[in-house]
């Protein structure tokens, strides 16, 4: 019941694009839903973070859409740039978070 | 404001070794976390601190790693004796309180160790 799935494990969007990654959860417990971006050498950092009393949160080209019936959540990241290019880990949990396995984003210029 | 610290950034050991990891957590920050990262997966969290005392433990292997935060500050990580599946990169976070709306964890930029 701790398992968060990720999908897909890579992504390669062109610049301009819509680059979507996908998460289920088992725990109906979990409140907290951040997506969080690493780039290589470094710590994961916040991007985006949504509970579960909204479906859907923007900032920016950033947006979670939250299905709570469905257990999953996802990342949309609109008009994809070079510089997006990462690693992307969806987690759940509260202060102690459960984290997928991570999407590797490449946009492509 | 400082982020978190971490040192030392690399470590190669040979298996059955020792080795110790140090974090400094952001100043005012309560809870300190320790994961695991190992390549091509997810963080998995090993220990968490809440000021100075233990909250979590429960995926760290005790007859091999041991963790410590003196002074509801600084925390040290050790690893004695390593094995090969140890290679990973030692992840270390801070929140202010696992009680705040927020919940972000701030991270460190990591200890990767390799074990031969």
């Known amino acids: 019941q701790q398992q968060v799935k990720q999908s897909p494990q890579s992504l390669i969007v062109q610049k301009g694009g819509i680059s979507i990654i996908n998460c289920a959860y088992e725990?109906?417990?979990?409140?907290?839903f951040p997506w969080y971006q690493q780039f290589p050498g470094k710590g994961p950092a916040l991007l985006i973070a949504?509970?579960?009393?909204?479906s859907e949160k923007k900032e920016g080209r950033f947006t979670i859409s939250f299905n709570k019936s469905a257990k999953q959540f996802s990342l949309h990241i609109m008009d994809s740039q070079p510089g997006d290019s990462a690693t992307y880990f969806c987690?759940?949990?509260?202060?102690?978070?459960?984290f997928g396995a991570g999407t590797i984003l490449r946009v492509k210029s | 404001e400082a982020g978190v610290a971490q040192s030392p950034r690399y470590k190669i050991i040979e298996k059955r070794q020792s080795v110790a990891f140090w974090c400094n957590p952001i100043?005012?920050?309560?809870?300190l976390y320790w994961y695991q990262q190992i390549l091509g997966q997810g963080p998995k969290l090993l220990i968490q601190?809440?000021?100075?005392?233990?909250?979590?433990d429960s995926q760290l292997p005790k007859d091999r790693f041991s963790a410590e935060r003196l002074k509801g500050v600084d925390s040290t990580l050790k690893i004695q004796p390593a094995k090969l599946e140890d290679s990973a990169v030692y992840l270390c976070?801070?929140?202010?309180?696992?009680?705040?709306?927020?919940?972000?964890?701030?991270f460190g930029e990591g200890s990767r160790l390799t074990v031969l």
């Open positions: 976070a801070s929140s202010l309180d696992p009680g705040q709306l927020t919940g972000e964890l701030f």
């Open positions: 725990n109906t417990a979990f409140d907290y």
């Open positions: 949504i509970r579960p009393d909204v």
């Open positions: 987690a759940a949990g509260w202060s102690k978070l459960v």
């Open positions: 100043s005012g920050h309560a809870t």
């Open positions: 601190f809440q000021n100075n005392g233990v909250v979590d």
